[in-house]
């Protein structure tokens, strides 16, 4: 069993940063495509960033959302165990429950809540006008 930490919500004001992080109970947190999704009330959950688990010579690939691109920024640190949301100039509708999550194996694709087997309990983004 893998358990999913997530860390470093709050309340912050529209234009500020906040950086979330996500940490893993097992060393094979390496070995995954990890990813971040938001759920805010009365929505479905969505998809915000996912960072792949193959860490070659040009880098982690990542992918985002299209209303995150250029403002949120995923990253990961595998001796640390731990992924990182760096996320600027929130907006209002930033608003929600971060998850983190664990892909599964073998899994080609990131953006579904399908593709993930583990999951963090989520960390509160509150983001006021």
């Known amino acids: 069993q893998v358990q999913l930490v997530e860390s470093g919500g709050g309340l912050v004001q529209a234009g500020g940063s906040l950086r979330l992080s996500c940490t893993a109970s097992?060393?094979?947190?390496?070995?995954?495509?990890m990813g971040w999704f938001r759920q805010a009330p009365g929505k479905e959950r969505e998809f915000v960033a996912a960072?792949?688990?193959?860490?070659?010579?040009?880098?982690?690939?990542?992918y985002y959302a299209d209303s995150v691109k250029g403002r949120f920024t995923i990253s990961r640190d595998n001796a640390k165990n731990t992924m990182y949301l760096q996320m600027s100039s929130l907006k209002p509708e930033d608003t929600a429950v971060y998850f983190c999550?664990?892909?599964?194996?073998?899994?080609?694709?990131?953006?579904?809540?399908?593709?993930?087997?583990?999951w963090g309990q989520g960390t509160q983004v509150t983001v006021s006008s």
């Open positions: 960072i792949s688990w193959s860490d070659w010579s040009d880098g982690f690939s990542t």
């Open positions: 097992r060393r094979t947190f390496s070995s995954y495509t």
């Open positions: 999550a664990r892909s599964r194996a073998g899994s080609g694709t990131y953006s579904r809540t399908a593709d993930y087997i583990y």
